[in-house]
């Protein structure tokens, strides 16, 4: 059974930087996207930034030019480096890993900015 394993997540001070990590417990085939969104307290949870097996990057438009999400195919891992954070980035972040007919999610790293 696939698991995903996420880390990094923590407290940082306004303007700081945090790097997420998630990997998979095993090989997924057919592994075409992977993703980071997030759930802040009372909100739904919303897309932060993906990225294909092509590399194609997508970002939501309040991380443009703060995150960058990476990945490593060899390591079925997937990276989201937060710079200049701000108190409204706090929240619960999940990676996904998407395949043609499911969704893989993991388990949720929380991350609070605050001074």
């Known amino acids: 059974q696939v698991r995903l394993v996420e880390s990094g997540g923590g407290l940082v001070q306004p303007g700081g930087s945090l790097r997420l990590s998630c990997a998979a417990s095993t090989t997924i085939l057919r592994l075409n996207a992977m993703g980071w969104y997030r759930q802040a307290p009372g909100k739904q949870r919303e897309l932060v930034a993906t990225i294909t097996t092509g590399g194609r990057e997508n970002y939501a438009d309040s991380v443009k030019g703060r995150f960058t999400i990476s990945r490593d195919n060899a390591k079925n891992a997937v990276y989201l480096q937060m710079n200049s954070l701000k108190p409204e980035d706090a929240a619960v972040y999940y990676c996904?890993?998407?395949?043609?007919?499911?969704?893989?999610w993991g388990q949720g790293t929380q991350v609070t900015v605050s001074s």
């Open positions: 996904k890993f998407s395949v043609p007919w499911y969704d893989y």
